[in-house]
């Protein structure tokens, strides 16, 4: 590739606020991510907003502000509140649901501060606003969350929020947007049944991540990326698909990425954490590096914007 690597900050620059606020959004922009990740799920009144999960009781204090709005696993459904009872709820730093202990310790202190849940169009206000003011030309990088799921819910979330893309400007595949999804049958609806024209990511998970129903391991051999490539320009595979580990001292590569490459697809790999590096990673510089130099992806989501910037920098002076 040619193209210099985008920096893609996932869920903001998560690695220093709550994701996913405009908080965290503005910070990513300010350290110069080139794309901004939203996931994207639906309210009771079929409003997108942007969270990580269907459920809100890991990011929000909802269990305290609606305590008798759970369903009868326990747990906190977005689907089952309008937009103006999200906009009553505070988010936190994220909390396991079962220990209720902070994910990631060194991070931002859960409960600080005062941050809401941001709506898809709220979002986009705020990012197409720094572009016009600060002259530059950063993009969104939207995931849909769980078709199927939402379907169950009688929502049809990706026509939704094609819809509000398509309002903001984003219709084509020269706009500065990837559209994502984990689940190949909606990303390849979305091009072939609803005709967009939005550059597409295919996210690749494990088997063993719940759902069941999609079998990702079919997705990553040389078949199921030409399959991928009629309607995606680009793969989302975790760092352990790519690396494997290490074996006396020598990396193991998969040829997930020369495989890709081949079908034309660009590879955007998930998660660069300074606090949550892979066994063969000495430091986060380490860990781009490989993924950066040695093995050449066109893309890499980081909790840490400024770090991929810097290391970026770096690497070309
Ligand atoms: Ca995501």
Request: charged share 25%.
């Given at each position: 590739m040619d193209r210099q690597p985008i920096i893609i900050a996932h869920r903001g620059a998560s690695g220093y606020l709550p994701?996913?606020?405009?908080?965290?959004?503005?910070?990513?922009?300010?350290?110069?991510?080139?794309?901004?990740?939203?996931?994207?799920?639906?309210?009771?009144?079929?409003?997108?907003?942007?969270?990580?999960?269907?459920?809100?009781?890991?990011?929000?204090?909802?269990?305290?502000?609606?305590?008798?709005?759970?369903?009868?696993?326990?747990?906190?459904?977005?689907?089952?509140?309008?937009?103006?009872?999200?906009?009553?709820?505070?988010?936190?730093?994220?909390?396991?649901?079962?220990?209720?202990?902070?994910?990631?310790?060194q991070r931002f202190p859960v409960g600080a501060s005062r941050f809401e849940v941001a709506t898809l169009a709220e979002e986009i206000e705020l990012i197409q606003g720094l572009n016009k003011s600060?002259?530059?030309?950063?993009?969104?990088?939207?995931?849909?969350?769980?078709?199927?799921?939402?379907?169950?819910?009688e929502k049809d979330i990706s026509r939704i929020v094609l819809n509000l893309l398509s309002d903001y400007g984003y219709r084509r595949s020269s706009d500065n947007v990837y559209l994502q999804c984990f689940d190949p049958r909606e990303t390849q609806r979305i091009c072939c049944d609803l005709k967009s024209e939005l550059k597409l990511i295919q996210l690749i998970g494990e088997n063993s991540w719940g759902g069941g129903d999609v079998d990702y391991e079919d997705f990553r051999t040389q078949a199921g990326l030409q399959k991928i490539a009629a309607f995606a320009?680009?793969?989302?595979?975790?760092?352990?698909?790519?690396?494997?580990?290490?074996?006396?001292?020598?990396l193991v590569i998969t040829d997930l990425v020369s495989t890709a490459h081949r079908c034309s697809l660009e590879v955007h790999p998930y998660t660069f954490r300074a606090d949550d590096l892979p066994e063969y990673a000495t430091s986060l510089d380490d860990l781009l590096e490989i993924f950066l130099e040695k093995i050449g992806v066109e893309g890499v989501f980081t909790d840490f914007p400024d770090r991929a910037a810097k290391f970026l920098m770096d690497s070309m002076s």
């Open positions: 994701e996913h606020t405009l908080e965290a959004k503005a910070l990513a922009y300010a350290m110069g991510a080139d794309f901004i990740e939203q996931d994207i799920v639906l309210t009771a009144d079929d409003v997108p907003i942007v969270v990580h999960d269907i459920h809100l009781d890991t990011v929000t204090d909802v269990s305290k502000v609606f305590p008798d709005r759970c369903r009868a696993d326990g747990r906190f459904y977005a689907a089952d509140l309008t937009l103006s009872e999200v906009k009553q709820l505070r988010v936190i730093e994220r909390i396991h649901h079962n220990t209720q202990h902070p994910v990631f310790p600060t002259g530059r030309s950063i993009g969104i990088y939207p995931e849909i969350k769980n078709p199927k799921w939402h379907r169950v819910q320009c680009g793969i989302g595979p975790h760092l352990g698909h790519v690396v494997s580990g290490k074996v006396h001292g020598e």
